[in-house]
């Protein structure tokens, strides 16, 4: 038996070592389709109700008309009614403004780790 030299040692530890980014582990989910603002929202917050993200979700919406983003906690699913039926997202007029739109419609880059 031979002993083991440093470069063993070294590709052994290489092999074992584990992740070190939580996004080694987890990957990114992307969507992209139009948001829309809350009504009758009465809150200073960045909020969102997203389609398929779970609730507590925190979520970054990126405005793809100016580069724009903003970090919004998802704070339940988006109701299945005609008006929401081509919406991804609908934000707080806060999260909206942030994304500097003053379109009702717009398109958006949702990402986050579910």
């Known amino acids: 038996m031979t002993p ?6 070294k590709e052994e530890a ?3 070592k584990g992740p070190t980014h939580a996004s080694e582990l987890v990957a990114r989910k992307t969507d992209v389709g139009i948001a829309a603002v809350i009504g009758n929202s009465g809150t200073d ?3 969102a109700l997203h389609k398929t993200a779970p609730v507590g979700t ?3 919406v990126k405005n793809q008309m100016n580069g724009q983003s903003v970090y919004v906690r998802v704070i339940g699913p988006l109701p299945d009614t005609g ?4 919406i991804l997202v609908r934000l707080s007029p806060r999260a909206v403004q942030k994304l500097g739109t003053t379109d009702a419609k717009f398109r958006v880059e949702t ?3 579910p």
């Open 4 to 9: 083991a030299t440093p470069a063993d040692k």
């Open 14 to 16: 290489a092999e074992t």
């Open 45 to 47: 917050k960045y909020l």
């Open 58 to 60: 925190i979520m970054q």
């Open 83 to 86: 008006e929401n039926e081509n």
């Open 111 to 113: 990402s986050y780790v």
